[in-house]
């Protein structure tokens, strides 16, 4: 498991073990089974190796320790102040779109500003749990509302293949190859309208009744986590790209 997290990123063991402050043999002997590491070493190593959460309990145990990290529910008690800080964050940001996503896309919580970007999409595609890949892919959710859809879509599965390298989920994987798998209509037009006003990021350009919105998308994550589930979720906010986005989602404030 070592080895294979070690050659995924590209490093070798002299690298590694010069990083860790131990030796190219020490961490052969490892990899080998020769040499059964500390709880300490695993832990280093993880470090250094940028190995999610998760997988760092799983070389734990197949070392033959304990897990170090938790994996507790996000509606365990213990996560309450969290969560509520969380939801405070959703609605403070309203008008503008705001969502909270775990490591497969599933949406725990989202603000009034995403329930505005949803309106129209059928009431199948929203039924629990909601998964934010397949809202904005499905032929029949927000993909035909996307202006700059092959841009968007393109981003999107690059920024999922660069998570399925780092986490090795089946359960990713499987919904790469199923969003991946929809058809861009063939009338899907590049609307490239924003992109000299919008020169530092690609925005979401997408319709709502009429209107094109131009929306940059930020997603914020846990530094340092010490549990499963907080390592696993993310922040996603949407900020408007240019004046016009800005005044009309204030409009929509009640």
Same mark, same amino acid.
């Given at each position: 498991?070592?080895?294979?997290?070690?050659?995924?990123?590209?490093?070798?063991?002299?690298?590694?073990?010069?990083?860790?402050?131990? !030796?190219?043999?020490?961490?052969?002997?490892?990899?080998?089974?020769?040499?059964?590491?500390?709880?300490?070493?695993?832990?280093?190593?993880?470090?250094?190796?940028?190995?999610?959460?998760?997988?760092? /309990?799983?070389?734990?145990? *197949?070392?033959?320790?304990?897990?170090?990290?938790?994996?507790?529910?996000?509606?365990?008690? !213990?996560?309450?102040?969290?969560?509520?800080?969380?939801?405070?964050?959703?609605?403070?940001?309203?008008?503008?779109?705001?969502?909270?996503?775990?490591?497969?896309?599933?949406?725990?919580?989202? /603000?009034?500003?995403?329930?505005?970007?949803?309106?129209?999409?059928?009431?199948? =595609?929203?039924?629990?749990?909601?998964?934010?890949?397949?809202?904005?892919?499905?032929?029949?959710? =927000?993909?035909?509302?996307?202006?700059?859809?092959?841009?968007?879509?393109?981003?999107?599965?690059?920024?999922?293949?660069?998570?399925?390298?780092?986490?090795?989920?089946?359960?990713?994987?499987?919904?790469?190859?199923?969003?991946?798998?929809?058809?861009?209509?063939?009338?899907?037009?590049?609307?490239?309208?924003?992109?000299?006003?919008?020169?530092?990021?690609?925005?979401?350009?997408?319709?709502?009744?009429?209107?094109?919105?131009?929306?940059?998308?930020?997603? *914020?994550?846990? /530094?340092?986590?010490?549990?499963?589930?907080?390592?696993?979720?993310?922040?996603?906010?949407?900020?408007?790209?240019?004046?016009?986005?800005?005044?009309?989602?204030? !409009?929509?404030?009640?």
């Amino acid at each position: 498991m070592l080895r294979g997290w070690r050659e995924q990123r590209r490093i070798s063991q002299l690298e590694l073990a010069l990083r860790a402050d131990s !030796s190219a043999r020490h961490i052969s002997f490892i990899e080998t089974g020769r040499s059964r590491p500390s709880q300490e070493m695993i832990l280093r190593l993880a470090e250094h190796l940028e190995v999610p959460v998760r997988e760092r /309990n799983a070389l734990l145990l *197949a070392a033959g320790y304990a897990p170090q990290y938790a994996e507790t529910s996000l509606e365990d008690p !213990s996560l309450g102040a969290l969560r509520e800080g969380m939801e405070r964050l959703l609605r403070s940001y309203e008008p503008f779109p705001a969502l909270i996503l775990d490591g497969t896309y599933t949406v725990l919580a989202a /603000n009034r500003g995403i329930a505005m970007l949803l309106d129209g999409v059928p009431e199948r =595609l929203l039924a629990p749990p909601l998964n934010a890949m397949r809202l904005t892919l499905h032929p029949q959710g =927000l993909a035909p509302r996307i202006r700059n859809l092959r841009q968007w879509r393109g981003h999107l599965l690059e920024q999922m293949e660069r998570q399925i390298a780092l986490m090795r989920s089946d359960s990713l994987r499987e919904l790469y190859e199923e969003v991946a798998g929809h058809p861009v209509p063939e009338s899907a037009d590049e609307d490239t309208a924003d992109d000299a006003a919008c020169p530092f990021a690609l925005p979401l350009r997408i319709e709502h009744r009429g209107t094109v919105l131009s929306l940059i998308s930020t997603i *914020a994550t846990f /530094n340092t986590p010490m549990d499963v589930t907080v390592s696993e979720l993310a922040i996603e906010t949407f900020l408007p790209a240019d004046p016009e986005t800005f005044a009309y989602l204030q !409009s929509l404030t009640p």
